[in-house]
């Protein structure tokens, strides 16, 4: 089999688990909700103030998802030495890279769209054709995010101090993703569609640097003890 049949298969694994545990997207959503909460109360009752940090605030709840979402679904790999079972099982290691990272794109996608719609209620961030246009951002944001964070969460899942380490490698490597996500939606929400245009190239260049760099680097990387 190629690597891309073996990635869609493992894939599916991984949605397919999801879908009847719901681990991750519970985990991830519970803690996006609560930082979108949070901050925005810290932000104060201020309505065009809340709708001009909208972007801000629901992609920092978002990067605190993320992490909550890529520990959880590693979790479920490594149980039972599942992982090692998997390493012997695939031709093509880098297929479980590329798997992962498309799983982790669908489930931070689907959950970018629950925030939206939680910051569209509680941001003052008002429903309208600006919001459609958020679709292909979040999928773009989403492979963005899921490429870097399946790469570190395969260099950090051998480690006994993996809960901590993940969140303090992962995060400042997802900077550049919160930058051009908020840059992009602002852009968008404020009617000034064009403007988002190179946020979106940046994001689509930042991907494909990520996907090659972790296939590069997984094999090496992910190799069981």
């Keep these: 089999m190629t690597l891309l049949s073996d990635a869609l298969g493992l894939a599916v694994k991984d949605l397919r688990i999801e879908l009847r545990t719901r681990d991750a997207l519970a985990a991830g959503g519970a803690l996006g909700a609560i930082a979108l909460v949070v901050i925005g109360l810290a932000a104060g009752p201020d309505l065009v103030r809340l709708r001009a940090l909208a972007p801000s605030l629901t992609w920092i709840a978002l990067l605190y998802a993320a992490v909550a979402m890529a520990d959880r679904l590693e979790q479920i790999d ?45 941001l003052n961030v008002v429903p309208g054709p600006a919001l459609l246009g958020l679709a292909p951002l979040s999928l ?13 969460s395969a260099l950090v899942a051998a480690s006994r101090q993996r809960a901590l380490l993940l969140p303090v490698v992962l995060l400042p490597l997802l900077v550049p993703t919160l930058l051009a996500g908020v840059q992009a939606s602002g852009a968008l929400l404020d009617g000034r569609a064009p403007d988002s245009i190179g946020w979106l190239v940046l994001l689509v260049a930042q991907t494909a640097l990520s996907v090659g760099l972790g296939l590069l680097v997984y094999e090496t990387a992910a190799t069981p003890e």
């Design 78 to 122: 490594r149980r039972d030495d599942a992982f090692s079972a998997l390493w012997l099982t695939v031709g093509d290691r880098r297929s479980i890279y590329v798997g992962r990272a498309l799983s982790l794109t669908i489930v931070i996608a689907v959950l970018q769209v629950g925030l939206w719609v939680l910051a569209s209620v509680l």
């Design 140 to 152: 773009l944001t989403s492979a963005s995010a899921a490429s870097v964070t399946a790469t570190v």
